[in-house]
């Protein structure tokens, strides 16, 4: 099984965001179902790929930062539904952003089902 981590920065950034795509995908490659050896991990920017092929072969995508990794998370529910897709709210979407920023505080533009964005007390 093939997934894929969104991360809207890139290495070289080494913020907490990139850590927590790095840690994330160590962590899954050791994991294996149903007698498979672990799952096929990669950590991109932006979903879809440059390369059709290796889109199609995504079954779960993991997008770090709402906010930042909207356009991907928006492009795998127009092409896929919500089937696979899991949105982990990081860093600025949790302190200020989801409570301050008019765009954080959409539910994606009415584009996804508003239960993301219902922020815990």
Known sequence: MKVVIICPV??????????????????????SLDGEAGLKVRIAKQWPPESPEEA???????????????DAIKAWYESR??????????????????TQDPIAMQPSHGQLPSLFFNPVP
């Open 10 to 31: 890139s290495q070289e950034a080494n913020n907490g965001n990139w850590r927590t795509a790095l840690r994330w995908q160590r962590l899954l490659q050791a994991q």
């Open 56 to 70: 199609r072969g995504d079954h779960i995508m993991i997008a770090l930062h709402a906010r930042r990794s909207f």
């Open 81 to 98: 539904g919500s089937v696979g897709l899991i949105v982990v709210l990081t860093g600025t979407d949790i302190y200020p952003d989801i």
